[in-house]
Protein backbone atom coordinates (compact mmCIF):
# COMPACT_ATOMS: atom_id res chain seq x y z
CA UNK A 1 0.00 0.00 0.00
CA UNK A 2 1.57 3.41 -0.95
CA UNK A 3 0.51 6.72 0.69
CA UNK A 4 1.07 10.24 -0.23
CA UNK A 5 1.30 13.21 1.33
CA UNK A 6 1.18 16.41 -0.22
CA UNK A 7 0.72 20.42 0.71
CA UNK A 8 -0.69 20.84 -2.58
CA UNK A 9 -1.19 24.61 -2.02
CA UNK A 10 -4.77 24.80 -3.86
CA UNK A 11 -6.10 21.72 -5.50
CA UNK A 12 -8.11 23.68 -8.07
CA UNK A 13 -5.10 25.50 -9.15
CA UNK A 14 -3.01 22.29 -9.21
CA UNK A 15 -5.49 19.72 -10.51
CA UNK A 16 -3.17 18.98 -13.53
CA UNK A 17 -0.12 18.51 -11.29
CA UNK A 18 -2.43 15.94 -8.86
CA UNK A 19 -2.67 13.60 -11.88
CA UNK A 20 0.99 13.76 -12.84
CA UNK A 21 1.56 13.38 -9.30
CA UNK A 22 -0.64 10.18 -9.01
CA UNK A 23 0.48 8.91 -12.78
CA UNK A 24 3.76 8.79 -11.46
CA UNK A 25 4.04 7.62 -7.98
CA UNK A 26 0.22 5.49 -8.15
CA UNK A 27 -0.43 6.04 -4.87
CA UNK A 28 -3.48 3.99 -2.96
CA UNK A 29 -3.97 6.51 -0.64
CA UNK A 30 -3.21 10.56 -1.61
CA UNK A 31 -3.70 12.87 1.24
CA UNK A 32 -3.87 16.76 0.70
CA UNK A 33 -3.40 19.69 2.36
CA UNK A 34 -3.70 22.82 1.78
CA UNK A 35 -6.56 22.34 -0.33
CA UNK A 36 -7.75 26.09 -0.40
CA UNK A 37 -11.51 25.38 -1.58
CA UNK A 38 -15.20 25.01 0.41
CA UNK A 39 -16.45 21.46 0.22
CA UNK A 40 -18.92 22.40 -2.47
CA UNK A 41 -16.38 23.41 -4.91
CA UNK A 42 -13.88 20.97 -4.99
CA UNK A 43 -13.27 19.15 -8.26
CA UNK A 44 -14.61 16.40 -7.18
CA UNK A 45 -15.00 14.53 -11.06
CA UNK A 46 -11.48 15.69 -12.12
CA UNK A 47 -10.03 13.77 -9.39
CA UNK A 48 -12.38 10.33 -10.28
CA UNK A 49 -11.18 10.85 -13.32
CA UNK A 50 -7.36 10.86 -11.90
CA UNK A 51 -8.36 7.43 -10.10
CA UNK A 52 -9.59 8.35 -6.87
CA UNK A 53 -13.29 7.37 -6.69
CA UNK A 54 -13.33 7.87 -2.92
CA UNK A 55 -13.18 11.24 -1.15
CA UNK A 56 -12.88 12.36 2.04
CA UNK A 57 -12.83 16.34 2.01
CA UNK A 58 -12.67 18.82 4.66
CA UNK A 59 -12.15 22.35 3.06
CA UNK A 60 -13.41 26.00 3.52
CA UNK A 61 -12.63 29.45 1.15
CA UNK A 62 -9.42 30.15 0.76
CA UNK A 63 -7.42 28.74 3.47
CA UNK A 64 -6.13 25.74 5.03
CA UNK A 65 -8.32 22.34 3.86
CA UNK A 66 -7.11 18.64 3.91
CA UNK A 67 -8.74 15.75 2.24
CA UNK A 68 -7.93 12.08 1.92
CA UNK A 69 -8.18 10.12 -1.61
CA UNK A 70 -8.15 6.58 -2.54
CA UNK A 71 -8.58 4.47 -5.01
CA UNK A 72 -10.48 2.08 -2.90
CA UNK A 73 -13.14 2.00 -0.78
CA UNK A 74 -12.90 4.10 2.73
CA UNK A 75 -15.05 5.02 5.29
CA UNK A 76 -15.02 8.15 7.29
CA UNK A 77 -12.95 8.45 10.03
CA UNK A 78 -14.24 12.30 11.48
CA UNK A 79 -12.16 14.71 12.08
CA UNK A 80 -11.38 17.16 15.02
CA UNK A 81 -11.89 21.05 15.63
CA UNK A 82 -8.29 21.74 17.27
CA UNK A 83 -8.14 24.59 19.73
CA UNK A 84 -11.61 25.34 19.41
CA UNK A 85 -11.48 26.62 15.87
CA UNK A 86 -13.21 25.18 12.82
CA UNK A 87 -10.32 25.36 10.60
CA UNK A 88 -10.09 22.52 8.20
CA UNK A 89 -6.66 21.26 9.65
CA UNK A 90 -7.35 17.03 10.01
CA UNK A 91 -9.71 14.73 9.15
CA UNK A 92 -9.23 10.77 9.26
CA UNK A 93 -10.69 7.30 7.20
CA UNK A 94 -10.84 3.79 8.21
CA UNK A 95 -8.41 1.85 5.37
CA UNK A 96 -9.51 -1.11 6.72
CA UNK A 97 -7.44 -3.69 8.37
CA UNK A 98 -8.41 -2.11 11.70
CA UNK A 99 -5.83 0.77 10.10
CA UNK A 100 -7.22 4.21 10.19
CA UNK A 101 -5.65 6.94 8.47
CA UNK A 102 -5.08 10.91 9.82
CA UNK A 103 -3.91 13.86 7.63
CA UNK A 104 -3.31 16.71 9.29
CA UNK A 105 -2.47 20.66 8.52
CA UNK A 106 -0.22 21.75 11.43
CA UNK A 107 -0.41 25.87 11.46
CA UNK A 108 2.60 27.44 10.33
CA UNK A 109 2.82 29.78 13.20
CA UNK A 110 4.11 33.12 11.42
CA UNK A 111 7.41 34.37 11.79
CA UNK A 112 8.33 35.40 15.36
CA UNK A 113 8.79 32.34 17.64
CA UNK A 114 7.80 34.29 20.64
CA UNK A 115 4.02 32.84 21.76
CA UNK A 116 4.21 36.11 23.81
CA UNK A 117 4.15 38.82 20.87
CA UNK A 118 2.93 36.07 18.33
CA UNK A 119 -0.61 34.71 18.17
CA UNK A 120 0.10 32.61 14.95
CA UNK A 121 2.99 31.21 17.47
CA UNK A 122 0.90 30.89 20.19
CA UNK A 123 -1.89 29.00 18.40
CA UNK A 124 0.64 26.48 17.09
CA UNK A 125 2.33 25.40 20.26
CA UNK A 126 -1.68 24.97 21.63
CA UNK A 127 -1.81 22.55 18.70
CA UNK A 128 1.38 20.55 19.16
CA UNK A 129 0.14 20.46 22.94
CA UNK A 130 -3.75 19.02 21.70
CA UNK A 131 -2.48 16.67 19.22
CA UNK A 132 0.21 15.47 21.96
CA UNK A 133 -2.56 14.58 24.19
CA UNK A 134 -4.80 12.91 21.15
CA UNK A 135 -1.70 11.22 20.35
CA UNK A 136 -1.85 9.88 24.52
CA UNK A 137 -5.08 8.29 24.67
CA UNK A 138 -4.36 6.25 21.40
CA UNK A 139 -4.12 2.74 22.41
CA UNK A 140 -0.47 1.42 22.27
CA UNK A 141 -1.15 -1.67 19.92
CA UNK A 142 -3.29 0.26 17.59
CA UNK A 143 -2.89 0.78 13.88
CA UNK A 144 -2.64 4.18 12.97
CA UNK A 145 -0.77 6.23 9.92
CA UNK A 146 -0.56 9.68 10.43
CA UNK A 147 0.17 12.23 7.57
CA UNK A 148 0.86 15.36 6.62
CA UNK A 149 2.32 19.30 6.81
CA UNK A 150 3.69 19.56 10.15
CA UNK A 151 5.45 22.59 9.28
CA UNK A 152 8.72 21.70 11.82
CA UNK A 153 11.56 20.44 10.50
CA UNK A 154 12.99 18.29 13.83
CA UNK A 155 16.20 17.23 12.93
CA UNK A 156 19.97 18.96 11.59
CA UNK A 157 19.74 17.06 8.70
CA UNK A 158 16.04 18.13 7.75
CA UNK A 159 16.94 21.72 6.72
CA UNK A 160 19.56 23.10 4.62
CA UNK A 161 21.48 24.71 7.82
CA UNK A 162 20.83 24.19 11.26
CA UNK A 163 23.43 27.26 12.66
CA UNK A 164 21.04 29.62 9.68
CA UNK A 165 17.64 28.29 11.08
CA UNK A 166 17.49 27.38 14.87
CA UNK A 167 15.83 30.66 15.55
CA UNK A 168 13.55 30.59 12.44
CA UNK A 169 10.09 29.27 12.96
CA UNK A 170 9.71 25.43 12.19
CA UNK A 171 13.18 24.68 13.57
CA UNK A 172 13.41 26.09 16.68
CA UNK A 173 14.17 24.13 19.90
CA UNK A 174 10.71 24.72 21.56
CA UNK A 175 9.18 23.60 18.09
CA UNK A 176 11.53 20.97 17.90
CA UNK A 177 10.66 20.06 21.74
CA UNK A 178 6.95 19.78 21.14
CA UNK A 179 6.84 17.68 17.93
CA UNK A 180 9.47 15.17 19.48
CA UNK A 181 6.50 15.40 22.65
CA UNK A 182 4.10 14.33 20.31
CA UNK A 183 5.53 12.11 18.91
CA UNK A 184 6.97 10.44 21.87
CA UNK A 185 3.53 10.32 23.12
CA UNK A 186 1.73 7.44 21.13
CA UNK A 187 5.33 5.82 20.16
CA UNK A 188 4.76 7.81 16.74
CA UNK A 189 7.81 6.17 14.13
CA UNK A 190 8.67 8.83 11.30
CA UNK A 191 8.20 6.54 8.09
CA UNK A 192 10.65 8.57 6.27
CA UNK A 193 13.89 8.36 8.58
CA UNK A 194 13.10 4.97 9.43
CA UNK A 195 14.24 4.54 5.45
CA UNK A 196 16.33 7.48 5.09
CA UNK A 197 19.43 7.74 7.49
CA UNK A 198 19.26 11.05 9.77
CA UNK A 199 22.77 11.89 8.48
CA UNK A 200 21.39 12.30 5.12
CA UNK A 201 20.13 15.65 3.86
CA UNK A 202 16.06 15.13 3.10
CA UNK A 203 13.79 18.00 2.02
CA UNK A 204 10.15 18.47 0.99
CA UNK A 205 9.62 22.28 1.19
CA UNK A 206 11.71 25.27 -0.76
CA UNK A 207 10.43 28.39 -0.13
CA UNK A 208 9.44 30.52 -3.53
CA UNK A 209 11.81 33.11 -3.09
CA UNK A 210 14.26 30.63 -4.52
CA UNK A 211 13.22 31.48 -8.03
CA UNK A 212 16.10 29.15 -9.09
CA UNK A 213 15.15 25.83 -7.95
CA UNK A 214 16.50 23.93 -6.65
CA UNK A 215 19.62 26.25 -6.93
CA UNK A 216 21.16 26.00 -3.19
CA UNK A 217 19.08 23.27 -2.75
CA UNK A 218 17.85 25.46 0.26
CA UNK A 219 14.82 23.18 1.47
CA UNK A 220 13.38 22.06 5.17
CA UNK A 221 11.52 18.87 5.61
CA UNK A 222 7.99 19.92 7.22
CA UNK A 223 5.65 17.16 5.81
CA UNK A 224 5.88 13.62 7.70
CA UNK A 225 4.41 10.98 7.91
CA UNK A 226 4.42 8.51 11.05
CA UNK A 227 2.70 5.29 11.66
CA UNK A 228 1.80 3.32 15.10
CA UNK A 229 4.61 1.11 16.68
CA UNK A 230 2.66 -1.68 15.61
CA UNK A 231 2.96 -0.62 12.18
CA UNK A 232 6.81 -0.33 12.31
CA UNK A 233 8.50 -3.00 10.79
CA UNK A 234 5.41 -2.69 7.68
CA UNK A 235 7.19 0.05 6.50
CA UNK A 236 9.30 -1.16 3.76
CA UNK A 237 10.26 1.59 1.49
CA UNK A 238 9.51 6.11 1.86
CA UNK A 239 11.01 8.82 0.37
CA UNK A 240 10.48 13.13 -1.34
CA UNK A 241 9.39 12.75 -4.81
CA UNK A 242 11.31 16.43 -5.58
CA UNK A 243 10.72 16.64 -8.92
CA UNK A 244 7.15 18.01 -8.49
CA UNK A 245 9.00 20.82 -7.17
CA UNK A 246 10.81 21.72 -10.31
CA UNK A 247 7.25 21.66 -12.94
CA UNK A 248 5.84 25.11 -13.80
CA UNK A 249 3.78 26.95 -11.50
CA UNK A 250 4.35 24.24 -8.75
CA UNK A 251 3.56 24.10 -4.99
CA UNK A 252 6.33 24.91 -2.81
CA UNK A 253 6.19 21.60 -1.07
CA UNK A 254 7.06 18.24 -2.94
CA UNK A 255 5.10 14.98 -1.93
CA UNK A 256 6.22 12.61 0.48
CA UNK A 257 5.19 8.77 0.16
CA UNK A 258 5.56 5.45 2.52
CA UNK A 259 5.61 2.04 1.17
CA UNK A 260 3.49 0.09 4.38
CA UNK A 261 2.23 -3.43 4.37
CA UNK A 262 -0.75 -3.34 6.16
Given at each position: MRIVSWNINSVRLRIDALKKVADALQPDFLCLQETKTQDSEFPTADITEAGFAQQLVRGMKGYNGVAILSSAEISDGGSRNWCAREDCRHIAADIGGKTYLHNFYVPAGGDEPNPKVNEKF?????????????????????????????????????????????????????????????????????????????????????????????????????????????LAAKVTDAGVYRDARGWEKPSDHAPIWADIDI
Open positions: AHKLSFLKEATDWSAKLPKQSRNIMVGDLNIAPLENDVWSHKQLVKVVSHTPVEVKALDAWRAAHGWVDAIRAVVPENEKIYSWWSYRNRSWPGSDKGRRLDHIWVSPA
